[in-house]
């Protein structure tokens, strides 16, 4: 079984400044892990994920996430935050290889990001 | 390349009417497909999948069914909707291999 914690529903921060979107997640299996962006009204997007190697993973829109297993963490980050990020963000983990599992995703329940000028 | 279509974008049903919802994917052959649910302040609710024609599997139990007439073909449908089915679903879709999920752009439903 899978879950997936996104610490706070609404994150709010200024133009050029650091945006930290945490999410934690427990997984029985070694977890593949997704971070997706919903703008509004819109289908999800693929940020970016992590399945094995490098832990620090980049993604588009200058996003970046590091899996930290011993915290069982996967922390999103952007260095100077930019008006257009402003959205809902959703982690997402799944239980890895094989089958149906790659969309078998669970989801966190979303943080809203607000950008300030 | 690959697209996902989804529609209607926006749906206002009265309660005990049905419904259908339909996805197609083009550009690939034999994907899974999905159907996620996005209730008002909740996450998103993976509610079937399929990995082929005619093959459904659901992931919890409700008031709607899905079903695959075709490879690229999803349908999700009620025959009498509930208040709450309100939300916002989505249909996604995936290759095995890959890991990597691609979804439509969302059906608004609104039961009133």
Redesign the interface.
């Known amino acids: 079984a899978q879950s997936?914690t996104q610490l706070g529903s609404h994150v709010s921060v200024s133009e050029g400044a650091l945006v930290l979107l945490r999410c934690n997640y427990s997984s029985s299996v070694p977890p593949?892990l997704?971070w997706?962006v919903q703008y509004p009204?819109?289908?999800?997007?693929?940020l970016l994920?992590y399945?094995t190697g490098a832990t620090l993973v980049k993604g588009i829109n200058g996003f970046e996430a590091e899996f930290k297993k011993s915290e069982t963490s996967f922390h999103l980050t952007k260095p100077s935050a930019h008006m257009s990020d402003a959205a809902e963000y959703?982690c997402?983990v799944?239980g890895g290889v094989g089958?149906?599992s790659?969309?078998?995703?669970?989801?966190?329940?979303?943080t809203i990001l607000t950008v300030h000028p | 390349s690959q697209t996902i279509h989804?529609w209607p974008?926006t749906l206002v049903q009265p309660v005990g009417s049905p419904l259908s919802l339909e996805c197609t994917v083009e550009g690939t052959s034999n994907p899974?497909l999905?159907w996620?649910r996005q209730a008002a302040g909740?996450?998103?609710?993976?509610l079937f999948?399929s990995?082929g024609i005619g093959q459904i599997?659901s992931?919890v139990p409700q008031n709607l069914s899905a079903s695959r007439p075709q490879d690229r073909q999803f349908i999700l449908s009620s025959k009498k909707l509930l208040l709450s089915d309100s939300g916002f679903y989505?249909c996604?879709?995936?290759v095995?291999g890959?890991?990597?999920?691609f979804?439509?752009?969302?059906t608004?439903l609104s039961v009133l």
């Open positions: 997936v593949y997704f997706y009204n819109q289908g999800l997007q693929l994920k399945t959703f997402a799944s089958g149906t790659y969309g078998k995703l669970t989801f966190g329940q979303g | 989804q974008a899974n999905y996620y909740r996450g998103l609710q993976l999948y990995v599997s992931e989505l996604a879709w995936s095995r890959p890991e990597k999920l979804f439509g752009s969302g608004q």
